[in-house]
Structure formats: structure tokens, C-alpha cells
Nanobody
Framework: QVQLVESGGGLVQPGGSLRLSCAAS????????IGWFRQVPGKERDEVSC????????DYTDSVKGRFTISRDKAKNTVHLQMNSLKPEDTAVYYC???????????????WGKGTLVTVSS
């Protein structure tokens, strides 16, 4: 059974850090592009970061560049999103998703996790 399970969300003060994890089961993350997306109520689900399957290259939306880092742990079949210098506008439900091949982007994703809530507030 293909499954993606996110963890690591929670409440953090502005300026703080969180590390999200996405554990894959039922398949190998090899050959999959892996993305982190976030969504706030009433808005679209936006891509935050993505890591390519072909060369491991990474991409970030402008608002998180320099603060977030995506990484892959092949041995554990897991992807992480290290989030530093968090801001209230980072508050959202964060989802991981994977798409077979090297393409990133919402419509390229084949499987989605159920999400983990990140709240940045004092």
C-alpha cells in the first residue's frame, strides 16, 4: 500500500524552527520527484519546495529561499523540510507529495500525504 505520512508540525514562535518529515511506505522514493506544498483555508495549495529525482536538484518558492531546506534520506525512504526563521505567514497545512519522474509541480504529483499543521504564532 502506497503511503506518505508527514510529521513534525506544531506550534512555534516567530523566528523559530521546525523540521517536517515525510515517510514513504509501500514504494521507493527513487525515481520520484518529491515536493512540499502548503495550503491555508480558502487558498490554493502552493508548492514550497521540490527535489528532483534525476539529479537531486532543489527548488524553492521565493518566500522561503534561504530559510527552508529540503533533503532526502534514501536509507530511510524519507524526505525532510527544515524550516528556519519561521514567520506567521508560514502558517499552513504542509503536504508532501511525489511524482514519478523528475518533474515537480502540483499536476505532476501522483501521491499525497494527509498533511501536517504548522502554526507560527506568539
Amino acid at each position: 500500500q502506497v503511503q506518505l505520512v508527514e510529521s513534525g508540525g506544531g506550534l512555534v514562535q516567530p523566528g523559530g524552527s521546525l523540521r517536517l518529515s515525510c515517510a514513504a511506505s509501500g514504494f521507493s522514493l527513487d525515481h520520484y520527484a518529491i515536493g512540499w506544498f502548503r495550503q491555508v483555508p480558502g487558498k490554493e495549495r502552493d508548492e514550497v519546495s521540490c527535489i528532483s529525482s534525476s539529479d537531486g536538484s532543489t527548488d524553492y518558492t521565493d518566500s522561503v529561499k534561504g530559510r527552508f531546506t529540503i533533503s532526502r534520506d534514501k536509507a530511510k525512504n524519507t524526505v525532510h523540510l527544515q524550516m528556519n526563521s519561521l514567520k506567521p505567514e508560514d502558517t499552513a497545512v504542509y503536504y508532501c507529495a511525489v511524482g514519478y519522474g523528475s518533474e515537480c509541480g502540483y499536476y505532476a504529483m501522483d501521491y499525497w500525504g494527509k498533511g501536517t499543521l504548522v502554526t507560527v504564532s506568539s
